[in-house]
C-alpha cells in the first residue's frame, strides 16, 4: 500500500463523443482497447503503484452497472468503490460529492481513459520529494494527422519554469482567445516561462488533501481540475501569503514594477486603481487580484514553445508538472486516439506488456481458442481475441480482432480494429479502419479508412473510402 495517498480514478459516463463507438449500453471506461476494457488500464496502473483502496467515479447508474463486473474481478487484489455523481458532473463537482470519503494525507487522481506506464510511481515520487501542494502529468507530442498539415489548434497552453518542472501557466486550447493573459506576480517571482504548445494534460494528478478541500470549498463555481482548480492553484503560488513570491533578480529598485523588467518581452496589463474598494468575499478577492495583476504574453506562441517573460529564479514549493519520458502515456479519449492505443497495445516494444497477454514467437497473440485456416497469416503486432474462426489464405496485419470475429477465405485486415462478433464475408479488404462489434461485411466489399458502426451490414461488392457507415 502506498501509506499516505488515496487514489481516485474519475472514469465519466456513457460513451457519447466516440463516433461510431458511442453505445448507450457501454460506459466510455469499457470500450476494448486491445481487447480489454480501457478502464482496467488505470486499475492495473495503480495496483503496480500499491495503491488497494481506489474510489471509483461513475457518471450516473447506467454507467456504474456498467463498471460492475470488472471491478469484481479486481475483488481478490484490490478496494475498490464505486461511487456515481450526477450525469455530466464536472471533475471538480464529482470530487465534491465525495470529499468526506477523502481521508488519505494526498488525494491521486487519475482518469479512466489514460493507459500509462509506470506513471503513478513516478508522480508519487516527485510528489514525495517536493511535498508540493500539487504536481500533474504531462503528455509529450504525438504525431498529427496528415490530413492536418501541422496546424492543428493547440489542445493545452502550458507554461513551464524552465529546469524546474515548476508549473506556472496553464490554458486548454478550447478557452484561449487570441491572447492569452499571465498574474504579474507570476513574472516577477516565477522568472522565465517556456511556453507550450506541444504537450498536454494527461488528467493524472496529486493534490494535497488540505489545499484541495479548501480551493473547492472556496470556489464552489469550479466545476474542473483541469480548467478551473490547477490553472487557479498556478496563479496563486506566487500570491501575498504564499510564501513563494520573491523579488525578481536586476530590478533597478524596490520600487520598480515587476512588469516594468520585463518590458521588452511582455505587455503591460491594467493599471491599478488606488480608489478600488475593499473586496468583501475571498472570491472577489481572487478575481480583483487577478484583473489588477494580469499582464499580456508578448510574441508569438511557436508551435514547440516560445520563452517568454523575464525576471529571477524560483524557490521553494509551489505547483509542479512531470513531463514523461522514456514511458508509454496516451489518453484514449477520441475515436483517433482509440486507433492508435490499439495499435500501441499490439505492437511489441511500444506497449504491448501493458495488456498483460504473452507474446507468441512471432510477436502477435492469438487466443488458444481461435480457429485459423489453411494459409491464413498473422503479422507481429496482432491481436486475435477468443473463439475467433478466420478462413482460409486470409492476411491479418497490425490489426486487433475482438472476440468472436468470423472471417471468411481470401479476407484482408491491415492496420484496423475488428469488434466482438463482426462477421466479414469472403474477399473483403479492410484497412485503416474501426469495424465495430456486430457489424457485418458482404463479399468483396473494400473499406479504406472507415468506421462502421455496431450492427450495421455492409452491402456486397462496394468500395468506402473515408465514410462513417452507421444506421
Not at 491572447?179 to 513574472?187: G, H, N, Q
Amino acid at each position: 500500500m502506498t501509506v499516505g495517498f488515496q487514489a481516485v480514478v474519475l472514469a465519466g459516463g456513457m460513451a457519447k463523443r466516440f463516433g461510431v463507438l458511442n453505445a448507450d449500453d457501454m460506459p466510455k471506461s469499457m470500450i476494448p482497447v486491445g481487447n480489454r476494457p480501457l478502464l482496467s488500464y488505470s486499475l492495473d496502473a495503480l495496483e503496480a503503484a500499491g495503491f488497494t483502496d481506489i474510489l471509483l467515479m461513475m457518471c450516473g447508474d447506467a454507467a456504474a452497472r456498467g463498471v460492475a463486473r470488472l471491478v469484481d474481478s479486481y475483488s481478490a487484489r484490490m478496494r475498490i468503490q464505486v461511487v456515481t455523481s450526477p450525469e455530466e458532473s464536472g471533475t471538480a463537482q464529482a470530487l465534491r460529492s465525495v470529499q468526506d470519503r477523502l481521508l488519505a494525507d494526498n488525494i491521486l487522481i487519475v482518469s479512466g481513459d489514460l493507459i500509462c506506464d509506470g506513471a503513478a510511481g513516478l508522480l508519487v515520487k516527485a510528489h514525495l520529494s517536493r511535498h508540493a501542494p500539487s504536481a500533474s502529468l504531462l503528455i509529450g507530442p504525438r504525431p498529427q494527422p496528415p490530413e492536418s498539415g501541422g496546424k492543428l489548434k493547440p489542445e493545452d497552453y502550458i507554461g513551464l519554469c524552465p529546469r524546474r518542472s515548476r508549473l506556472l501557466f496553464m490554458c486548454s486550447g478550447a478557452s484561449a482567445g487570441k491572447e492569452l493573459r499571465v498574474r504579474r506576480a507570476l513574472l516577477s517571482s516565477g522568472g522565465q516561462i517556456d511556453l507550450h504548445t506541444d504537450l498536454q494534460d494527461a488528467h493524472f494528478y496529486i493534490f494535497s488533501r488540505k489545499k484541495l478541500l479548501s480551493v473547492l470549498d472556496a470556489h464552489p463555481n469550479m466545476t474542473s481540475i483541469k480548467e478551473h482548480v490547477l490553472p487557479y492553484m498556478a496563479r496563486r503560488q506566487f500570491s501575498e501569503g504564499s510564501g513563494l513570491r520573491k523579488k525578481p533578480s536586476g530590478a533597478a529598485s524596490a520600487s520598480s514594477s515587476p512588469v516594468d523588467a520585463a518590458e521588452p518581452r511582455v505587455g503591460k496589463g491594467p493599471t491599478e486603481d488606488p480608489t478600488t474598494s475593499a473586496p468583501e468575499t475571498p472570491q472577489q478577492q481572487d478575481q480583483q487580484e487577478e484583473e489588477e495583476e494580469e499582464v499580456e504574453l508578448g510574441g508569438k506562441v511557436g508551435m514547440y514553445g516560445e520563452l517568454l517573460g523575464a525576471g529571477g529564479g524560483v524557490e521553494g514549493g509551489g505547483v509542479y508538472a512531470e513531463l514523461v519520458k522514456d514511458k508509454y502515456v496516451i489518453r484514449v479519449n477520441s475515436l483517433d486516439t482509440y486507433c492508435d492505443a490499439n495499435r500501441d497495445v499490439a505492437q511489441p516494444g511500444v506497449a504491448a506488456h501493458l495488456t498483460g497477454f504473452t507474446l507468441s514467437k512471432y510477436d502477435n497473440v492469438v487466443d488458444k481458442t481461435a480457429e485459423l485456416g489453411n494459409r491464413t497469416t498473422i503479422g507481429p503486432g496482432c491481436i486475435v481475441g477468443a473463439q475467433c474462426v478466420l478462413g482460409d489464405r486470409s492476411s491479418i496485419r497490425r490489426s486487433v480482432l475482438g472476440k468472436g470475429v468470423k472471417l471468411a477465405n481470401n479476407v484482408k485486415i491491415i492496420n484496423s480494429v475488428v469488434g466482438e462478433g463482426a462477421h466479414i464475408e469472403e474477399g473483403c479488404h479492410v484497412q485503416g479502419s474501426v469495424v465495430c462489434a456486430g457489424a457485418m461485411l458482404g463479399e468483396k466489399s473494400s473499406l479504406r479508412d472507415c468506421q462502421v458502426a455496431a450492427g450495421y451490414h455492409v452491402p456486397a461488392n462496394i468500395e468506402y473510402r473515408s465514410e462513417e457507415l452507421a444506421n
